[in-house]
């Protein structure tokens, strides 16, 4: 199905539990999500809790500048984006799109206990698995002007790359519970993301963390440039 999120919600007054305030998505997504301008008492964006959310195969998801994205902190269940469709996700210098923990006051609203950790959520998943209809869909993926922290949790980067080549630019990549941008190609497929203008930092391990399966012919050829 095609989720389009509302643009304008304002004057309510929100009761009940704590994530009562944001708009929570969840399953398959495609389509195009626009800001939250104000919701109210409570926080001013979206929340992905309880499940990670899927782009399929065939489909694209748009996200608009000024979106703010929060992930609940993983309780047993994964919390992150996984793309086998195409993302575009183009903020600008002056309207950043966020990725972040619920526990992250600093945008989209008081949502958490102000205090976000490393690894309070998994990842950003360009997954284009083992399918050439899938890569060529995967890597047209482009974020640019993205911030996205705290994620990175059960040993993923705060972006993982498998099999695809996405274009990453002008982002902030920090604070993983593990690399900053993870990549993984198998089955002799090759990964060649082009990352580049991007602030890589204060990550748990590394910034940029590359293998592949071995013996099967795969490659990690990204172009690396002016991070």
């Known amino acids: ?49 309880g499940s990670d959310v899927t782009v399929p195969n065939g489909t694209s998801l748009t996200i608009k500048p000024g979106t703010v994205i929060k992930f609940d902190k993983g309780g ?23 990725f972040t923990s619920i526990d992250d006051n600093t945008v989209g609203g008081s949502t958490g206990d102000g205090t976000p950790n490393d690894d309070e959520w998994e990842e950003i998943y360009f997954d284009a698995q083992y399918d050439a209809g899938y890569e060529s869909e ?17 040993d993923y980067g705060n972006i993982s790359i498998r099999n695809a080549s996405p274009t990453i630019t002008n982002s902030v990549i920090t604070h993983s519970g593990d690399e900053g941008i993870f990549l993984y190609s198998d089955y002799g497929n090759d990964v060649a993301p082009t990352i580049s203008g991007n602030t890589i930092s204060n990550n748990t391990t590394f910034g940029i963390y590359g293998t592949t399966a071995q013996g099967d012919g795969s490659e990690i050829a990204p172009t690396i440039s002016n991070n």
Do not use: H, Q
């Open 76 to 98: 047993g269940w994964p919390e992150g984006i996984t793309l086998n469709g195409t993302l575009t996700a183009e903020g600008t210098s002056d309207s950043l799109i966020y």
């Open 1 to 49: 199905f095609e989720t389009v999120a509302p643009t304008s919600v304002s004057g309510n007054t929100f009761s009940g539990p704590d994530d009562s305030s944001m708009v929570l998505l969840y399953g398959y997504l495609s389509g195009t999500l626009k800001p939250v301008s104000s919701m109210g008492t409570g926080g001013s964006c979206y929340i992905i809790k």
């Open 138 to 154: 995967v890597s047209n993926s482009v974020m640019d002007y993205c911030v996205v922290r705290y994620g990175g949790e059960n």
